[in-house]
């Protein structure tokens, strides 16, 4: 068992900024905004975070995830690379947000947090449910209507674990359903006590525990090194969760690799996302940080958990340094993608993993006898009407 994971913070040149100063934020203010724990590894630098005993007793119980070589899909594509895939369908909450969600809400507990408030647009929230009821702390989920219309089973589900789901009708002064959904829960946990709003994505407390998904892999893959490592990327959890690992052998050892970010063509967060500062919320709460954005999203087609306008800083960093390339696809390219594996692995994803599954594909169909890992960030249907 894996007892501690990448922060890839240290690894790149980044500073978290205060909401009203635009400055490095001090840890005494950070904790103004998450419960100290949270702060203080939202500000580590160290190269590594070791994992809390009761995390890794939970971890325990359904980690390492599998990880096997999709042969059968190889085979309808057409390619003689090899496909290796890791399923985080098989965490508690069925999707790789679980990694974080566990941390995050131990790490809540442990500071005398009652209630944790986030937004989701459904998986994050689910996680976090079953997480803090594994702690006994309460949850309060804030899901924009789309994604609730487009996802129904989500709003159930965090309801069975215990949280309380709040749907946020749009309001045409937002251009992003997370900003959207994020705005409404910072405002309700200002009339709460004991209470903390926690950002489901984007922050170092989030992205440091998923990079147990890439150092496992490498574990199990032994000594078949991955040639390109794909990775979804809204945020940037999910992408650096499995590329962080092989990112930091090739920063550290020159250990070559391709990292692949498969994004939306209706969020094209990397390839023309702009370097700023931003924040999640349009209320001066969290922290800023220095990254890539967009104004908005290019449409309203629905795109799963693709939608963030602001990356992790990692992301931006290692992109800028020419360390991860990009492949822009449209919705129906990742659907077919998705479909395509259904129907050769018996296995359906969420649409999230239908976009690493068509990059991967593009990939196989630029490269000859590569090695292409990627992960089913989520199961699923490829039906996403």
Avoid at 26 to 38: I, Q, T
Avoid at 258 to 281: F, H, K, M, N
Avoid at 351 to 364: D, K, N, P, R
Wanted: aromatic share 6%; charged share 20%.
């Amino acid at each position: 068992m894996i007892d501690e994971v990448d922060n890839l913070y240290a690894h790149c040149d980044t500073a978290v900024l205060d909401p009203r100063t635009r400055r490095p934020i001090s840890m005494a203010r950070l904790c103004e905004v998450l419960p100290p724990s949270l702060a203080a590894l939202e500000l580590s630098r160290e190269p590594k975070y070791r994992l809390p005993d009761p995390v890794r007793d939970i971890y325990a119980t359904y980690r390492p995830t599998p990880l096997v070589r999709a042969g059968r899909f190889e085979q309808a594509i057409g390619t003689d690379c090899e496909i290796y895939v890791k399923d985080e369908g098989r965490t508690p909450s069925g999707n790789h947000k679980a990694n974080s969600a566990i941390l995050i809400a131990y790490l809540c507990h442990r500071d005398g947090i009652e209630t944790v408030v986030t937004e989701t647009t459904g998986n994050w929230g689910l996680a976090l449910a079953k997480a803090c009821a594994m702690f006994g702390v309460r949850t309060i989920c804030f899901i924009d209507a789309q994604s609730d219309a487009h996802r129904p089973d989500r709003g159930r589900l965090m309801r069975e674990a215990g949280a309380e789901v709040i749907v946020v009708e749009p309001d045409g002064a937002h251009t992003d359903l997370l900003t959207l959904s994020a705005d409404a829960a910072i405002e309700h946990t200002r009339h709460l006590d004991g209470a903390a709003y926690v950002f489901g994505s984007v922050y170092n407390y989030f992205i440091a525990p998923q990079t147990i998904i890439g150092a496992e892999a490498r574990a199990q893959l032994g000594r078949t090194y991955p040639d390109i490592v794909v990775g979804s990327c809204g945020g940037g959890a999910n992408l650096l969760g499995t590329a962080g690992p092989f990112i930091v052998d090739h920063i550290e050892t020159g250990q070559p690799v391709q990292i692949v970010c498969a994004e939306s063509d209706r969020c094209p967060i990397l390839s023309r996302g702009t370097v700023g500062q931003y924040s999640i919320d349009t209320m001066g709460a969290y922290p800023f940080i220095e990254t890539y954005g967009l104004e908005g999203l290019l449409g309203d087609e629905y795109i799963g958990g693709l939608g963030s306008t602001i990356v992790a800083q990692p992301v931006a960093s290692f992109h800028s340094r020419g360390l991860i390339e990009t492949c822009t696809l449209p919705a129906a390219t990742a659907v077919e993608a998705a479909r395509i594996f259904e129907a050769s692995e018996a296995c359906s994803v969420a649409l999230e993993t239908g976009y690493q599954l068509a990059a991967a594909i593009s990939m196989a169909n630029r490269h000859r006898r590569k090695r292409i890992l990627l992960n089913i960030s989520s199961r699923g249907s490829s039906q996403f009407a």
